[in-house]
């Protein structure tokens, strides 16, 4: 009886780590693939915008936590 669990459990998991290795790359079986996917979207972004639009908010970002940064010193320094 035990044999039989245990080979009934071996067959399972045999069985579930053959099919979840076959799915990682279903996205990337284009004969171009995804690299050419990601080109594309670069090209994209910078001939419409969206990618002086992102740098721009970068920037933005960073310097909000410098001046983040500066004000926890600054308060710091006051304790």
């Known amino acids: 009886m035990i044999r039989q669990i245990f080979l009934g459990w071996t067959l399972v998991t045999a069985a579930l780590l053959c099919f979840a290795g076959q799915n990682d790359a279903f996205a990337c079986t284009k004969t171009a693939g995804c ?22 908010a ?22």
């Open 58 to 79: 970068g920037r933005a970002n960073v310097e909000a936590f410098r001046a983040y940064q500066q004000a926890e010193k600054t308060y710091a320094a006051r304790r």
């Open 35 to 56: 690299v050419m996917d990601v080109f594309h979207e670069d090209y994209d972004m910078k001939r419409n915008g969206r990618m002086e639009e992102a740098i721009r």
